[in-house]
């Protein structure tokens, strides 16, 4: 496909629009609403979200990881998710702290833009979940040193074929110590509405603990 097919190709988006007050007064209860269309709508990977670190030089980088809750921490209310602890992500969240999601819910015309600060969960917190995974994704989490460089598949795939002789179905499989949680705890989240020409609805919310709000919402211009 040339540059010029590329440049023609657009959609009008005209599903919804989003105002002021049909929203909740807090980002959370709003998110649960869009997250339960997005469900409802048969989108594929509902949870599924983009997640944006960036390096201590400022090197970004970014992959699509799964919402697997939302729930209270130390920091308060935030978005879940798990990965191994010596990835790329995990690297970068050791050394800086802060990231941001995007769930693009493209088929219902919606998005979701998240920045935050991020905190590592606990080891009965990551017990407790890795305990509720499939016996295949248990094992796959001790199988791959996610991000190294490996020689081919054959040595990930031996790895697992071992794995499974070792850790059979209905047996008990440890949570690797390098494999955990993350709760990214928004400072702003924005609910993205598309409209018709171009003029979207953005609302975001801010956390502002020292004002009469602990939510402010703004309308931003598209």
């Not at 050791?94 to 015309?109: C, H, K, R, S, Y």
């Not at 606990?122 to 199988?143: C, E, I, K, V, W």
């Not at 702003?188 to 975001?204: A, C, I, M, P």
């Amino acid at each position: 496909m040339d540059s010029v097919a590329l440049a023609a190709l657009r959609r009008s988006y005209t599903l919804a629009g989003l105002s002021e007050a049909d929203v909740a007064p807090e980002p959370f209860a709003q998110f649960e609403r869009w997250l339960a269309d997005a469900v409802a709508a048969e989108l594929v990977e509902p949870n599924a979200m983009v997640l944006a670190t960036a390096a201590d030089d400022g090197t970004p980088s970014v992959r699509t990881v799964l919402l697997k809750a939302l729930d209270d921490g130390p920091a308060g209310r935030g978005f879940l998710f798990y990965t191994n602890y010596g990835s790329r992500k995990a690297v970068e969240l050791a050394g800086n702290p802060q990231a941001a999601l995007l769930f693009p819910w493209i088929d219902v015309e919606r998005q979701v833009c998240i920045v935050g600060d991020v905190e590592q969960l606990d080891d009965d917190h990551n017990d407790t979940y890795f305990a509720t995974r499939p016996h295949g994704s248990q094992l796959g989490a001790l199988a791959s040193h996610q991000s190294d460089v490996i020689d081919g598949r054959d040595v990930l795939e031996q790895r697992y074929t071992e794995l499974v002789a070792t850790y059979p179905e209905g047996t008990t499989v440890p949570r690797p110590p390098t494999w955990g949680g993350y709760r990214v705890v928004p400072r702003t989240v924005e609910f993205w509405q598309g409209r018709s020409n171009r003029l979207h609805d953005r609302l975001r919310y801010r956390h502002d603990p020292t004002g009469d709000r602990i939510w402010v919402l703004e309308r931003l211009s598209p």
